[in-house]
């Protein structure tokens, strides 16, 4: 393992960017967790810029996903 050493203010500020991310990064996590399938297809129709054949795709592949079977928020 190497040494890096770095001014302490710099340090200061890394560490700081960091908690920030990890709490931004939380909040959005925990947003998506409260979608559920039917909710972004529509979202995704509503734009009408995509194909049915997409939208299609998309909601066979989300079924699939570990994340939906997981939560059991298909519907």
Do not use: C, V
Request: glycine letters at 2%.
């Amino acid at each position: 393992m190497e040494t890096i050493t770095i001014p302490k203010e710099e340090y200061e500020l890394l560490k700081s960017q960091a908690q920030i991310y990890r709490s931004i990064a939380s909040d959005f996590f925990r947003t998506i967790g409260n979608d559920n399938l039917k909710n972004i297809l529509s979202e995704f129709k509503d734009t009408n810029l995509y194909s049915d054949e997409f939208l299609s795709d998309l909601e066979n592949g989300l079924a699939k996903s570990s994340y939906f079977k997981s939560n059991n928020q298909l519907l």
